[in-house]
């Protein structure tokens, strides 16, 4: 089979190495994948939310599946498009994307059919929103409701971060029209978990759980980002919180969406909180996370292939997927900066990495002397081992393989996942 992966960073680095090594795949292109992919796909200069460029590259070449992976093209329709060109997609429509190009709606399907969440008020002018920020008490969570690369989402423990964090969405327009409308939402406390699943709008089966790091400084601190580190799988969903997360969260989601008129196919994305009174959606994302599926992806024994055709098919239910035992742990290495501003074009030193990890490529281009960066989260280092805490040693001891000017990790990763581990089995 040719295959088309429609996306650049690090979890389309992820899932081409991960199709790369079936060997029913052929030809793989990736629009406009990165330095590291190449290694695996032909790559072409065409932006993933470049739909004409893109059909037009598809009207040009054979392509027998495509993996459309970003949250933009999904939102613009790009699986749609592919669609009506004949071609099988994995990844969701327009409109079943709305529940995550859209948090206004994904809280209104959660509010209408009863699926846990936080709590929120949803504002279109600055005037209201700023009214509800004063006569509320923080701590408090302002999301700006459209696409904002994982950055949109505000934690405000004073009143004044939350004014700032309304007119920087609103007046400032940080992130464009994605922040005309948003939520407040109160405020949640408990470990969060990340569950990546596959769906074919009827079955749902859920990835190996995983935890993200979001800030980019160390403890939760400092500006979010779209992920500093991950780990795999997450101490703190228990075989009982992951019971009740399929009978109270993933299957009333995906009826939901079949209910709504807009059946989700592709990866859905559980952004979870588990709380005193249970878990509790955060945020959905309509594909694989970022750096999440490049974690979670080397743990999966069963064919990533199958998976997806299965989810374009509607036959998931007969496809097997299974995982193996052991644990990831990815450390993200970015240049000094991120998430603001950052150099690019700095040269990259890449050693050969021991047997069970992977240096994966997220923001790095190919030049005639070597890899230079080429984006702010640049090279994720993701180890695989028996426990969580060789993963975590491992992968921070392999990061000595790659060097670059102002390379900065978080030194952190994996460090409240090991101390619950350790507890539970003290």
Known sequence: MDILIIGGGGREYGIAKKLHEDERVGKLYALPGNGGIAEFAECYPIKATDLKGVCDFVRGVHVDFAVVTPDDPLAMGMADRLREMGVPCFGPSAKAARIESSKIFSKRLMEKYGIPTA????????????????????????KADGLALGKGV???HTR???????????????????GSR????????????????FTD???????????????????GTGPNTGGMGVIAPNPFYTEEVASECMERIFLPTIRAMAE????????????LMITKEGPKVIEYNCRFGDPEAQTVLPLMKSSLLDAMLACETGELERTPVEFSNEAAANVVLVSGGYPGKYAKGLPIKIDEPAEGTHIIHAGTAKTEEGFVTAGGRVINVVSVAPTLREAVETAY??????????????RDIGRAALEASEDKNK
């Open 397 to 410: 001891r392999e990061t000595a393989k790659v060097s670059f000017e102002n390379m900065y990790m978080r």
């Open 182 to 197: 948003l939520l407040i939402e109160e405020f949640l406390e408990g470990p969060e978990v990340s569950v990546l699943s």
């Open 201 to 219: 709008g009827k079955t749902v089966v859920p990835m190996v759980s995983s935890m993200d790091h979001k800030t980019a400084g160390e403890g």
């Open 260 to 271: 709504e008129g807009c059946p989700f196919s592709g990866c859905l994305y559980f952004g």
């Open 160 to 178: 004044e971060e939350a004014v700032s964090a309304v007119r920087e969405l609103m007046e400032d327009k940080l992130f464009g029209e994605s």
């Open 119 to 142: 709590k929120a008020e949803k504002f279109d002018n600055i005037e209201d929103a700023l009214n509800y920020v004063l006569a509320n008490e923080p701590p408090m969570v302002v």
């Open 154 to 156: 505000f934690i405000c």
